[in-house]
């Protein structure tokens, strides 16, 4: 009796692989070389177990030397497998296919050393088939069934011949009594490996959509960044001539009424026109400076420290947030754009503050864990409810009162937190407060030695 190569594997091992060879990125048709090397060493395991089982457990006159050199060759084979791995020798998927069928026709030398047709192990021919299918695209898949039909009908011509090894040493009954048995584990090992790859195949499959679909919302997004990079170089351009135009007229007509003893009330009017013209050309230039994707700033490591007293240095009153750091802020960084990731958090906690009644204090707390940095931001507002917090991070929905904000903050983080590898969520109970939660890649920071100053001899 027989298994063919490939019909067992480690376990612990298969935590490590990716979810299923061909849908990961790298090197597809060497990483399907490897599962097969993996499987190839279970299916030599089995082999070997199922001949010492037949010859010194159920007592069967099997030719141990032919059957033992035949596994010898596969493991000559596996480890010639091996090092043309290692050695990174050339892999595609013509060179996959003829180790598989090397695989059935080794299969077949098995069989017909132990039963022939009559093997119930001939059934794993449908476990190569299962792997081709799964390994190969279908013109290979279509080739290993024609080829295992072949092989398996090749078995009854040679019992005809007389060439195939005869379990004389039984009677009828004994060699039906073992064939049903045989059956039976061979429908086990069979139907178990078919389970295990449709599993993982759906597993592949739902995470590889899973992908797809944060891929396409990560697409979504930086489509709407240059979007708005867009309308702010429009809108800035078009807009400050004349902007400047009536910020010059109204400082004239200012001088021009103080001059002229005009009321009070009518110099504040035009004061305040000056102050809100002021402030448009300020959120001109905050959307031109905000919109965009930081594609002008380089890609640098920023110690935690830095980040943070960056992100506070220009908020309207750092006084109320209360840090608190549950790492040590100048032993990791975090890598890109440094103004952009200074202007994420800093987003997050003018959010908390205007959002928190006067006098309470808003929390900062900054942690390091699995490789990540998770820097929480808590206020003690009147939070937000399910249907308002569905909508957060949208473009240009903000539930602020009108010039307090743009609703471009959330959005903005979160999609550099995106583009970084981390992640923004929040989380809010009306009554209770909101919990801002952005995670990004932390790295460790060695500073910068100290350049000594050569002294001339």
């Known amino acids: 009796m027989s298994m063919p190569a490939g019909t067992l594997e480690a376990a612990p091992n298969a935590a490590r692989e990716p979810v299923w060879p061909h849908v990961r990125g790298g090197q597809p048709d ?150 049903m048995q045989g059956m039976w584990v061979s429908f086990a090992v069979a139907a178990a490996f078919i389970v295990y790859v449709v599993a993982r195949v759906q597993r592949a499959l739902t995470q590889l959509e899973e992908e797809l679909a944060a891929e396409r919302s990560l697409s979504a997004r930086k489509d709407k960044v240059a979007s708005l990079a867009t309308l702010a170089a429009g809108a800035a351009h078009e807009l400050s001539t004349p902007l400047s135009t009536i910020a010059v007229v109204v400082k004239e007509l200012m001088r021009s009424a103080e001059r002229s003893g005009a009321s009070p009330s009518s110099v504040e009017d035009l004061a305040l026109i000056r102050e809100q013209v002021k402030r448009c050309r300020d959120i001109l230039h905050h959307m031109s400076a905000q919109a965009g994707e930081n594609a002008g700033e380089p890609i640098v490591e920023l110690p935690l420290a830095a980040w943070i007293d960056e992100a506070m240095a220009f908020l309207p009153d750092p006084t109320r947030v209360v840090l608190r750091a549950e790492t040590d802020l100048g032993a990791h960084a975090v890598a890109g754009p440094p103004r952009g990731l200074a202007r994420a958090l800093r987003s997050l906690l003018k959010n908390a503050v205007q959002a928190s009644p006067a006098g309470n204090p808003v929390l900062l707390r900054v942690a390091v864990e699995g490789g990540c940095v998770r820097a929480q931001v808590v206020d003690h507002g009147c939070g937000m409810p399910q249907e308002i917090l569905s909508r957060a991070g949208e473009p240009f929905f903000t539930t602020k009162v009108p010039g307090e904000g743009m609703g471009l903050g959330l959005f903005l983080t979160h999609t550099l937190a995106e583009e970084l590898g981390g992640s923004l969520e929040l989380n809010s109970t009306p009554g209770s407060g909101t919990t801002a939660t952005l995670k990004l890649p932390v790295t460790f920071h060695v500073p910068a030695a100290p350049q000594r100053r050569s002294e001339a001899p």
């Open 30 to 179: 060497r990483i399907k070389l490897s599962w097969i090397i993996k499987l190839h060493w279970g299916g030599i395991f089995g082999q070997a177990l199922a001949i010492a089982a037949a010859r010194w457990v159920v007592g069967i006159d099997v030719p141990l030397l032919a059957l033992f050199g035949i596994l010898l060759v596969e493991v000559v084979e596996n480890v010639g497998l091996e090092l043309w791995l290692r050695r990174g020798g050339k892999v595609g998927e013509r060179f996959i296919a003829t180790v598989m069928f090397a695989d059935a026709f080794i299969l077949t030398a098995l069989l017909a050393l132990s039963g022939g047709y009559s093997n119930p192990f001939s059934t794993m021919y449908l476990v190569n088939v299962a792997l081709a299918t799964v390994l190969l695209d279908a013109t290979w898949a279509w080739a290993m069934l024609g080829t295992s039909l072949a092989l398996f009908g090749s078995l009854f011509g040679l019992h005809h011949l007389g060439v195939l090894q005869v379990l004389s040493s039984l009677d009828h009954a004994e060699i039906m009594s073992l064939h």
